[in-house]
């Protein structure tokens, strides 16, 4: 008999949200269940990718995952909530499957990314926890471990099952928590079982598929007979995610550098998404040059230029081009406030500069992702 051993947090160890499922409920037996396959669940609440007792690495050392053909793995809720620096997680999550494949190197490895949390008062994916990063960096860091590693994965965003809108009905604790509903877990072991035959059956694909979407119906019934008349396509609009600096300070200007391209890269992208005589004039070449990599005066003053300049200036000129022809929120009908960043100016070796920065990373996603849906709208 093929046989599965899983790992995780509350999720799959079975609460609800008010009180813990019988074992049969639990996400990996029901995924046992509909595959016939003999199923090992050790996960336990409140673990996540860090190096504690019950932490993804220890549970792989103190299991014997020597007779698994598969292996589960289901982590990130926690450390959302309970956040450490984003370099931290993937480095946690990385030690525990390169353990769990010293361990057993023929087990296939399917990595679920985490469903949605909101208990910390978020509502989307891009909001941010107090160490500055949102859950929609966390999946694409874990997809990053995945490729790595040569694991599967199961992404949840091309087709959510959990959302901020369903979540009083798909979450035990509604839309300020985390945990599904029995209902819901055996959607999500649906989902993940159909996964598994996939992987068996050697069929799976690099990504996930794009979920199956039936074309809207019209309003009314003769609104698609007129002649030569498609219907408009909804345009997606972007996001801009830009990469936290780590705990190694070495890699700070690289870390600017890079941002600093994303972010022109993506104000070229709204700057094209307007009427071309709406468009303000914006360079989008870097103008504030790099220094060397070491850790210097001429460092420090980079980076708070290239933010002032380069971002600052650049991002305010196309907000107030948008506000002085009205593309503004549809809601409020309020004009863009202008970003004031305020870059750290103390080139300390400690988490004070590193959190400052990245606070001014979290501005500048939330403000141009903010113009974005102005602008697509």
Same mark, same amino acid.
Request: proline content about 8%; overall charge neutral; some cysteine.
């Given at each position: 008999m093929t046989k599965l051993v899983a790992f995780g947090d509350s999720i799959f160890a079975g609460w609800d949200g008010k009180e813990n499922v019988s074992a049969n409920q639990r996400i990996p037996e029901l995924i046992g269940q509909q595959l016939g396959w003999q199923v090992t669940n050790v996960a336990?609440?409140?673990?996540?990718?860090? +190096?504690?007792? =019950?932490?993804?690495?220890a549970m792989v050392n103190k299991t014997d995952v020597s007779g698994f053909d598969y292996a589960l793995v289901s982590y990130g809720v926690n450390n959302f909530s309970w956040p450490e620096a984003l370099a931290t997680?993937?480095?946690?999550?990385?030690n525990g499957f390169e353990a769990l494949k010293r361990k057993n190197p023929n087990i296939k490895i399917l990595l679920e990314l985490p469903t949605e949390d909101f208990r910390?008062?978020?509502?989307?994916?891009?909001?941010?926890? $107090?160490?500055?990063? =949102?859950?929609?960096?966390?999946?694409?860091?874990?997809?990053?471990?995945?490729?790595? %590693?040569?694991? %599967?994965?199961?992404?949840?965003?091309?087709?959510?099952?959990?959302?901020? %809108? +369903?979540?009083? *009905? @798909?979450?035990?604790?509604?839309?300020?928590?985390?945990?599904?509903?029995?209902? @819901?877990?055996?959607?999500?072991? *649906?989902?993940?079982?159909?996964?598994?035959?996939?992987?068996?059956?050697?069929?799976?694909?690099?990504? =996930?598929?794009? !979920?199956?979407?039936?074309?809207?119906? !019209?309003?009314?019934?003769?609104? $698609?007979?007129? !002649?030569?008349?498609?219907?408009?396509?909804?345009?997606?609009?972007?996001?801009?995610?830009?990469?936290?600096?780590?705990d190694d300070p070495f890699q700070l200007r690289d870390n600017v550098q890079d941002n600093i391209k994303r972010i022109l890269a993506f104000l070229k992208i709204l700057w094209n998404e307007l009427p071309e005589f709406f468009r303000p004039k914006i360079s989008f070449e870097t103008t504030v040059p790099a220094p060397d990599k070491e850790l210097?005066?001429?460092?420090?003053?980079?980076?708070?230029?290239?933010?002032?300049?380069?971002? %600052?200036?650049?991002?305010?000129?196309?907000?107030?081009?948008?506000?002085?022809?009205?593309?503004?929120?549809m809601e409020s009908f309020q004009l863009t406030g202008l970003l004031s960043l305020d870059p750290p100016r103390r080139l300390d070796?400690?988490?004070?500069?590193?959190?400052?920065?990245?606070?001014?990373?979290y501005l500048i996603e939330n403000k141009l992702n903010e113009l974005a849906t102005y602008i697509y709208q």
């Open positions: 336990i609440g409140g673990t996540k990718y860090d +190096n504690s007792s =019950n932490g993804f690495t997680v993937k480095q946690n999550a990385v910390q008062g978020s509502k989307t994916l891009y909001d941010v926890n $107090n160490a500055f990063w =949102n859950q929609n960096q966390l999946d694409d860091m874990l997809i990053d471990v995945a490729k790595q %590693e040569g694991l %599967e994965y199961y992404d949840w965003r091309p087709d959510p099952l959990i959302t901020y %809108e +369903n979540a009083n *009905q @798909t979450l035990g604790d509604g839309n300020t928590g985390v945990h599904p509903t029995k209902a @819901t877990m055996r959607a999500i072991a *649906q989902r993940l079982a159909e996964k598994f035959k996939q992987m068996a059956d050697g069929q799976v694909q690099p990504d =996930n598929p794009p !979920p199956h979407v039936d074309p809207p119906k !019209p309003d009314k019934p003769d609104d $698609n007979k007129q !002649p030569g008349r498609k219907p408009d396509k909804p345009k997606i609009v972007p996001k801009l995610s830009l990469a936290r600096l780590g210097s005066r001429p460092l420090r003053n980079y980076v708070i230029n290239a933010l002032l300049i380069d971002v %600052e200036q650049k991002i305010n000129e196309l907000i107030g081009a948008c506000n002085s022809h009205h593309i503004i929120s070796l400690n988490g004070h500069y590193k959190d400052g920065l990245n606070y001014q990373y």
